[in-house]
T-cell receptor, first 113, second 115 residues
Framework: AQSVTQLGSHVSVSEGALVLLRCNYS??????LFWYVQYPNQGLQLLLK??????LVKGINGFEAEFKKSETSFHLTKPSAHMSDAAEYFC???????????FGSGTRLQVQP | DVKVTQSSRYLVKRTGEKVFLECVQD?????MFWYRQDPGLGLRLIYF???????EKGDIPEGYSVSREKKERFSLILESASTNQTSMYLC??????????????FGPGTRLLVL
């Protein structure tokens, strides 16, 4: 079975600072990994996904994530936070043969002016 | 643009009532999913469907059932609502591709309060 751990339920950064949201996964087979974002009172939308084509994945709104097999990690970064990045972020994993995603518990990002 | 709509944004029901949550997608997706979202627990899969009239249990199916009579519509049914089913319910859909890497598209969610 696969699982996802997101370290830090709340992260606060200043506007313009680096954003780093951590995600570690557990899977006995090669995983597919996703980051989704949820803005207040909205559903989730895809930020980026890793499907084994390239270990560094670029997504929307300046976010990127790097797949590190040796560390079983898929951390999300953005060089410079913007106020509009304030949202909840979910890491998720899937494996071949399983259509559904397994989600982490989420990290709420707060951006201070 | 993919659009997934859910019939209600907010619902208030009483314990013991039968509750129907409706989800419609307009992209001819084969797969549809129901998740519930609770603080600190992320999203947990209740049921999913990979074709009309086909369904599979997710991780927390107890107290729920589903119906998929048409490809675009997936209903979640709470047979007898209980207070521990107070939650945010999210519907999603995806195309059935070659693997498990397809993007899921989410509706805006239904916040259900059971009194």
């Amino acid at each position: 079975a696969q699982s996802v751990t997101q370290l830090g339920s709340h992260v606060s950064v200043s506007e313009g600072a680096l954003v780093l949201l951590r995600c570690n996964y557990s899977s006995s087979v090669p995983p597919y990994l996703f980051w989704y974002v949820q803005y207040p009172n909205q559903g989730l939308q895809l930020l980026l996904k890793y499907t084994s084509a390239a270990t560094l994945v670029k997504g929307i709104n300046g976010f990127e994530a790097e797949f590190k097999k040796s560390e079983t990690s898929f951390h999300l970064t953005k060089p410079s936070a913007h106020m509009s990045d304030a949202a909840e972020y979910f890491c998720a994993v899937s494996v071949t043969g399983r259509r559904a995603l397994t989600f982490g518990s989420g990290t709420r990002l707060q951006v201070q002016p | 643009d993919v659009k997934v709509t859910q019939s209600s944004r907010y619902l208030v029901k009483r314990t013991g009532e039968k509750v129907f949550l409706e989800c419609v997608q307009d992209m001819d997706h084969e797969n549809m999913f129901w998740y519930r979202q609770d603080p600190g627990l992320g999203l947990r899969l209740i049921y999913f469907s990979y074709d009309v009239k086909m369904k599979e249990k997710g991780d927390i199916p107890e107290g729920y059932s589903v119906s998929r009579e048409k490809k675009e519509r997936f209903s979640l049914i709470l047979e007898s609502a209980s207070t521990n089913q107070t939650s945010m319910y999210l519907c999603a859909s995806s195309v059935h591709g070659t693997g498990s890497q397809e993007t899921q598209y989410f509706g805006p969610g239904t916040r259900l309060l059971v009194l």
